[in-house]
């Protein structure tokens, strides 16, 4: 199934979604490192890598809702989108909450500003598989010859074994 919003052919939802992905990610990685090494550089670079993932998040939210409504009613890819973008959504909430419970940058950030980004990530994982199984497995954002009732890859013994030729 074709994304509502392309750009030069290609999704734009799927074109965006890096930024926020990485960016959050990165931002974790700030706080691990900020957790071994107490350099308060860590800590400022985690504060601004999520304020960057959060508005990337917010640009690339539309676009995944707009695409979300051209999917028909009562398909797998349906239920699949929507449990993508509320945890989505819930990614989005635990990072801001994250971001705002950080004061000052330069400081040691508080454990529970630690503990929603640590969660924020986790989730993130799930639903960035979610994304991809649209993707990967319902051909979302990829051609109108989408499979969307196809199964999940977690129950499909032959996942990844076989070739779709084009005509």
């Not at 990610?25 to 860590?42: C, G, K, Q, W, Y």
């Not at 398909?75 to 990072?95: D, M, Q, Y």
């Not at 990967?136 to 009732?149: E, F, I, K, P, S």
């Amino acid at each position: 199934m074709e994304s509502r919003v392309n750009l030069l052919g290609h999704s734009v939802h799927q074109m965006l979604v890096v930024f926020p992905l990485g960016l959050l990610a990165t931002s974790v990685i700030f706080d691990l490192l900020f957790l071994a090494n107490r350099e308060p550089e860590m800590a400022i670079a985690a504060y601004w890598t999520q304020a960057a993932g959060l508005i990337g998040g917010l640009v690339a939210a539309p676009f995944g809702l707009l695409d979300w409504t051209k999917i028909p009613i009562g398909t797998r890819a349906k239920r699949v989108g929507a449990v993508h973008g509320i945890g989505n959504g819930v990614v989005i909430v635990l990072f801001l909450c994250s971001w705002l419970l950080r004061n000052d940058p330069s400081h040691v950030p508080p454990a529970l500003a630690l503990l929603l980004s640590f969660s924020g990530a986790a989730l993130a994982f799930i639903t960035g598989w979610l994304g991809g199984e649209l993707v990967a497995r319902h051909g979302m954002g990829v051609h109108n010859n989408a499979g969307l009732d196809a199964p999940s890859s977690l129950h499909d013994p032959h996942h990844g074994t076989h070739v779709r030729h084009q005509p």
